[in-house]
């Protein structure tokens, strides 16, 4: 959930419930020459606990956590080279539309059938689009990442430039489901950007979307694909997801991107057919007259230079795009999807 992707704490999770810890809207400015987040020597991280403990939070707590985050240059520079920033298309594609990744998203959902027919009863989600978010963030949770979690959010939160408030409620978000749990805050893994478990929630995200798919007592998205597989279609049915429609129509244009035309943008579909028409952009198949689309123009390397290809995305698409704001990253959960449904037809 994909923060771009990259479009979610740790293998208990909570229940339910206020939340505690919420919506910061301070505004720090730590200097980052120091390596560590103790509160009794920054201010910055000072103000936080204080911030969290008005709210109900466990001062001695929170003071000993933060204590211990250590900032971490690797997660900013990540974040600043990050796949969808850097790569065209076909780049970005190859990465996930292996048939490794293909063949394992249709051995995902033969091992766990009853809880993909149960997100498709219960959420609309069709299973290949959930399987292919799990093999895009995670693999089918081989790789759920490397970073303590603590430390990359410390890190953000308090040093990146921009999204600092951003980051300090994924922090808070973090802090107060770990306490609930009575888990250690330093133990977690995940990704730079403090995604965590099968699908890589962010800790807001696992707060609000993650479901006891088994009915074992627990939301555990970290070691149990079950939950995982119902959190994700529960993430896309509260986004809007509409059961039985496509994501994408093929189009054709010419090779070279219009400059007529708004691409690419990550907000519900917008464009109309005719004004695509207008710049030589056509659906393949029929749509009705009065749909609006997302454009999408997919860059490819060539020996003479970039040329492009187009999909127009549907509502669908969009709510891909909620999960993670990349058009690469949908349009990539959308083909592997496609490919894992036609595989699975030979299995």
Not at 27 to 42: I, M, R, W
Not at 211 to 237: H, K, M, Q, T
Not at 265 to 277: G, I, M, N, R, V
């Amino acid at each position: 959930m994909t923060v771009c992707s990259d479009q979610g704490v740790t293998r208990h999770v909570i229940h339910g419930g206020a939340c505690l810890i919420v919506g910061l809207a301070m505004t720090f400015s730590l200097s980052v020459g120091a390596t560590q987040f103790d509160p009794s020597e920054n201010t910055e991280t000072a103000a936080f606990v204080d911030e969290l403990t008005e709210k109900g939070g466990d001062r001695a707590w929170l003071e000993s956590a933060m204590r211990d985050a250590r900032f971490e240059q690797r997660v900013l520079d990540a974040m600043d080279s990050a796949a969808e920033k850097r790569l065209r298309w076909d780049e970005y594609r190859d990465i996930f539309l292996t048939d490794q990744r293909i063949d394992r998203g249709v051995a995902f959902i033969e091992a766990h059938q009853e809880a993909f027919e149960r997100v498709e009863a219960e959420y609309g989600v069709a299973r290949e689009i959930v399987s292919a978010i799990i093999g895009v963030e995670t693999a089918y949770g081989r790789h759920k990442g490397e970073h303590r979690v603590l430390d990359s959010l410390a890190t953000l939160a308090f040093a990146h430039p921009t999204r600092g408030d951003f980051f300090r409620s994924e922090l808070a978000a973090f802090l107060q489901i770990t306490h609930r749990e009575s888990v250690d805050p330093r133990q977690p893994k995940g990704s730079y950007a403090g995604a965590m478990g099968y699908p890589q929630f962010i800790p807001t995200s696992y707060r609000a979307y993650a479901v006891d798919f088994d009915s074992d007592g627990e939301r555990d998205l970290w070691r149990n694909p079950v939950d995982a597989i119902g959190s994700v279609g529960n993430y896309f049915a509260e986004h809007g997801w509409r059961q039985g429609e496509p994501v994408t129509t093929r189009a054709t244009g010419p090779s070279s991107r219009p400059r007529g035309i708004e691409f690419n943008a990550t907000q519900p579909p917008y464009a109309s057919l005719e004004d695509l028409a207008s710049q030589g952009i056509e659906p393949e198949g029929m749509l009705d007259g009065a749909t609006r689309v997302i454009p999408v123009a997919l860059d490819h390397g060539t020996e003479d230079g970039v040329r492009y290809t187009y999909r127009l995305g549907h509502r669908n698409f969009y709510v891909i795009t909620r999960y993670n704001h990349s058009h690469l990253y949908a349009m990539a959960v959308t083909e592997l999807a496609d490919a894992i449904r036609e595989k699975g037809k030979e299995s």
